[in-house]
């Protein structure tokens, strides 16, 4: 099992097997389909990454503004 931790605008982004998405510790549901991701943060939106789309939901949505 790989894990991936990374801070981003002060909320923490951990990323399991490439197929887990949490922010700050709450899980992200998103779908994936032909290699794009999407989630209900930014329903009209696709990103080529799960790390992409992460870091778009935090700097794009109140739910996640900054703790700093």
Do not use: Q
């Not at 549901?29 to 778009?56: C, G, I, Q």
Request: proline letters at 1%; aromatic letters at 12%; a negative charge.
């Amino acid at each position: 099992m790989s894990t991936r931790n990374e801070t981003y605008e002060g909320c923490d982004i951990t990323i399991e097997d490439n197929s887990k998405l949490m922010i700050n510790d709450k899980e992200i549901d998103y779908k994936v389909e032909n290699d794009k991701w999407f989630s209900k943060y930014l329903p009209y939106t696709v990103y080529d990454s799960l790390d992409e789309m992460a870091k778009a939901i935090i700097a794009n949505t109140s739910e996640f503004e900054s703790r700093s």
